[in-house]
């Protein structure tokens, strides 16, 4: 409420002194039920502080002369008054967008005059997707006059902005050497670059590094010359002959195949097929999701995140998106605790 109320007291200011204003973004409020998809189930909906707010800020839904009480006018509202459905924001945990189960609390407040005489049209975009709010706007029938200085109200002249606010040309320096070091023949091995800014001197330094026997090999280093590799393989002690088997001839290779390719292949698949059992009974995997009773469809897993003696507990909930109580493609209100593991 701190910030309504500063809010209001910022702009009843600039009305005073002469500007017409526009309050534009999210006010975190819906105004009236029809800015609200369950707002006959909140119990004191017209009872909320912020409700009050806005109702001594805004005026009636219509623009007629004496129909005004605040001095502000619900842009939407006075193109729109009783168009349902008109919803900025949805809960992006509950899938609310998706069967509009929603609330409108982002608003192009204008001023009386300013929204009699200038607006043609004010809109929402919830085809607009990117966040959980969409975007709205408004079409006004003013011309741009280009000004000769900067407002008084521009954000440069703020006592927390006086001053440091900069140019973007303040962030691009020129390169330039100084003539001492430019005259003085430095060796290649401690080069030096000088870059100057306003009442600032930065020297980097820039040394190239002795080469070491000990860093980096090259890549020669990785392979051997023929000759080491004859001379190794001349010190290889060779085979007895009572080790050696005398070759088979191909018709026994043939019959060997024959013989033992079906047992091998029948190995193969038993050991595969207890390697499968052995893992299944260790890693068992996920339970099946339970099935909710209304749509009879499997349910998604949600984590109690509020304080209390559930926090932390998993339980299970109908997986459709939310909406009204009275549509069937809604979520259901199906619930289950998931069992301790």
């Given at each position: 409420m701190r910030f309504y109320r500063l809010l209001q007291i910022r702009a009843e200011a600039l009305l005073a002194a002469g500007s017409h204003v526009i309050i534009l973004g999210d006010l975190n409020t819906a105004h009236r039920p029809i800015d609200h998809w369950d707002a006959v189930n909140l119990e004191y909906f017209e009872e909320d502080p912020g409700r009050k707010w806005m109702d001594g800020l805004?005026?009636?839904l219509g623009c007629q002369a004496g129909s005004h009480v605040g001095p502000f006018i619900d842009s939407y509202r006075c193109f729109q008054p009783k168009?349902?459905?008109?919803?900025?924001?949805?809960s992006t945990v509950t899938g609310a967008r998706h069967l509009n189960y929603g609330t409108r609390i982002d608003y192009v407040l204008g001023d009386?005059?300013?929204?009699?005489?200038?607006?043609?049209?004010?809109?929402?975009l919830p085809e607009m997707m990117g966040s959980d709010h969409c975007p709205v706007g408004a079409v006004l029938s003013v011309s741009s006059v280009p000004?000769?200085?900067?407002?008084?109200?521009?954000?440069?002249?703020?006592?927390?902005?006086?001053?440091?606010?900069?140019?973007i040309l303040h962030f691009l320096v020129r390169l330039k050497q100084d003539p001492v070091f430019k005259q003085s023949a430095l060796p290649l091995s401690n080069q030096t670059q000088v870059q100057m800014r306003p009442n600032k001197a930065r020297v980097h330094s820039t040394r190239l590094r002795p080469s070491s026997t000990r860093g980096q090999k090259q890549l020669m280093s990785y392979f051997q010359s023929s000759s080491s590799r004859l001379q190794a393989s001349a010190n290889?002690?060779?085979?007895s002959l009572g080790t050696l088997v005398t070759p088979k001839t191909p018709e026994d290779k043939v019959t060997a195949n024959v013989v033992e390719g079906p047992s091998k292949a029948s190995e193969a698949k038993n050991e595969k097929e207890v390697r499968i059992s052995f893992w299944k009974s260790v890693l068992g995997g996920p339970l099946p999701m339970p099935l909710c009773r209304v749509h009879k469809e499997p349910c998604v897993m949600r984590t109690v995140k509020k304080p209390g003696p559930n926090l932390g507990r998993n339980f299970y909930m109908c997986a459709r998106p939310q909406g009204p109580p009275t549509d069937p493609s809604a979520r259901c209100n199906f619930f289950l605790w998931s069992r301790p593991s």
């Open positions: 805004l005026g009636n168009q349902e459905g008109a919803f900025t924001c949805w009386r005059t300013l929204v009699i005489d200038t607006f043609q049209a004010s809109f929402l000004a000769k200085k900067c407002p008084p109200l521009c954000t440069r002249f703020l006592p927390e902005f006086a001053g440091t606010q900069l140019k290889l002690e060779l085979p």
